[in-house]
């Protein structure tokens, strides 16, 4: 299994301003996953990040928008630039253990845009 | 479509009695499918996976896989308040994403 530890547990920003979410891991995982989820609705899948190369995004999500850094294989980074109020959600980082197929979730970040 | 289907979206059971969630898939090339539970401001965990056809078991949670159907269901047998959250059908598709269905809220009633 692998543990994920996320900073802040929740911000409130103002329209316009961009924020930074931490996501890591207590062992090295090869991928990390950033998911997006309203108000209990269900989990988006919003990039899938790899140390060293530019994270992959999914339909709907872009790089400008949500830049993703995966600087080694315990930490990642999500941003949310230019944060509007439908930017409001919860952002969980997630991973899978070594050799594993089961997926872990961070505890998450709730995300208000004022 | 949704490449992930469930249903019914919320369920409210008698503590004592049986839950039961359905979900298809519409991904042929799909190799597992998962439960995930999320309660209330939580994360989601692992509740259950499978993917051979058949059925499995685990204490009060069951689950079945058709796979010529892609048709998954979960049920949860003499049910208890605690069981109240959300659940998730997920699947792992093309590149090992894992895809969720929009989840069926459950609501154990004392």
């Known amino acids: 299994s692998v543990l994920l530890y996320q900073k802040p547990n929740r911000d409130i920003c103002q329209s316009g301003t961009s924020l930074k979410i931490q996501c890591v891991a207590d062992?090295?995982?090869?991928?990390m996953f950033w998911y997006q989820q309203f108000q209990e609705q269900s989990l988006m899948l919003m990039a899938t990040?790899?140390?060293?190369?530019?994270?992959?995004?999914e339909s709907g999500f872009t790089k400008d928008k949500f830049p993703i850094s995966r600087p080694n294989l315990t930490f990642s980074t999500l941003t949310v630039n230019n944060a509007r109020p439908g930017d409001s959600s919860i952002y969980f980082c997630?991973?899978?253990?070594?050799?594993?197929?089961?997926?872990?979730f961070g505890p998450g970040t709730r995300l208000t845009v004022l | 479509q949704q490449k992930v289907q469930q249903s019914p979206e919320s369920l409210i059971v008698p503590e004592g009695g049986m839950a039961s969630l359905n979900c298809t898939s519409s991904?042929?090339?799909?190799?597992y499918f998962w439960w995930y539970r999320q309660r209330s401001g939580k994360s989601p965990k692992m509740l259950m996976a499978i993917f051979s056809n058949g059925e499995k078991e685990e204490g009060r949670f069951t689950v079945h896989l058709n796979k010529a159907s892609l048709h998954t269901s979960l049920h949860i047998r003499d049910s208890q308040p605690s069981d109240s959250a959300l659940y998730f059908c997920a699947v792992n598709s093309a590149g090992n994403k894992l895809t969720f269905g929009i989840g069926t809220r459950v609501l154990v009633r004392p």
């Open positions: 991904d042929r090339n799909v190799d």
């Open positions: 062992s090295q995982v090869v991928s």
């Open positions: 997630s991973s899978r253990g070594t050799g594993g197929a089961e997926q872990f």
């Open positions: 990040a790899n140390e060293g190369s530019e994270a992959t995004y």
